[in-house]
T-cell receptor, first 114, second 115 residues
Framework: AQSVTQLGSHVSVSEGALVLLRCNYS??????LFWYVQYPNQGLQLLLK??????LVKGINGFEAEFKKSETSFHLTKPSAHMSDAAEYFC????????????FGSGTQLTVLP | DTEVTQTPKHLVMGMTNKKSLKCEQHMGHRAMYWYKQKAKKPPELMFV???????INESVPSRFSPECPNSSLLNLHLHALQPEDSALYLCASSAGGRGQAYGYTFGSGTRLTVV
């Protein structure tokens, strides 16, 4: 079975500050990990994904995430928050051989304060 | 074309109505999905189509009926819905292939309100 846990349903940061959104996964086999962003009344947009290889993954809009197997984590970071980053962020996991299913975390609402 | 297009964007329907949601992609993806998303919650998987065949039905009530007429189109037929079915319905597609980590491409969704 696979699952993800997102620590913190709400995170607030000041504009220009570091963004850190936490995601821990549980999987019995090597996972594929994803971060999606959802703006109000819109669908989900893929920010970045980890499959194999380099553990530091760079995505769109200046976001990056590091896969740490020893900590079963895949935290999302951005050095400097922008007002336009305010949105809901979902971490998701998919394991090799599963029937093309993503399992989503519960989501983290990011607020950026001026 | 790198988009998944969903129509309509908004839909209000009565509990006795019959309506359909439509989803279209032209990326050559062979797996397509319907998700239901309630406010402040993650998307919940409803159906998976793989190569135009229904491969997963997550115990969805029969008032929701999916259809995949061809590799580019996915429909969700709605009949006799309940107010609790009001939600954002998302369509997604992926390139498919067991064991391969394809990201999903999501549409912008249909906001459904059942009155």
């Amino acid at each position: 079975a696979q699952s993800v846990t997102q620590l913190g349903s709400h995170v607030s940061v000041s504009e220009g500050a570091l963004v850190l959104l936490r995601c821990n996964y549980s999987s019995s086999v090597p996972p594929y990990l994803f971060w999606y962003v959802q703006y109000p009344n819109q669908g989900l947009q893929l920010l970045l994904k980890y499959t194999t290889g380099a553990t530091l993954v760079k995505g769109i809009n200046g976001f990056e995430a590091e896969f740490k197997k020893s900590e079963t984590s895949f935290h999302l970071t951005k050095p400097s928050a922008h007002m336009s980053d305010a949105a809901e962020y979902f971490c998701a996991v998919k394991t090799s051989g599963s029937a093309r299913q993503l399992t989503f975390g519960s989501g983290t609402q990011l607020t950026v304060l001026p | 074309d790198t988009e998944v297009t969903q129509t309509p964007k908004h839909l209000v329907m009565g509990m006795t109505n019959k309506k359909s949601l439509k989803c279209e992609q032209h990326m050559g993806h062979r797996a397509m999905y319907w998700y239901k998303q309630k406010a402040k919650k993650p998307p919940e998987l409803m159906f998976v189509y793989s190569y135009e065949k229904l491969s997963i039905n997550e115990s969805v009530p029969s008032r929701f009926s999916p259809e995949c007429p061809n590799s580019s189109l996915l429909n969700l037929h709605l009949h006799a819905l309940q107010p609790e079915d009001s939600a954002l319905y998302l369509c997604a597609s992926s390139a498919g292939g067991r064991g391969q980590a394809y990201g999903y491409t999501f549409g912008s969704g249909t906001r459904l309100t059942v009155v």
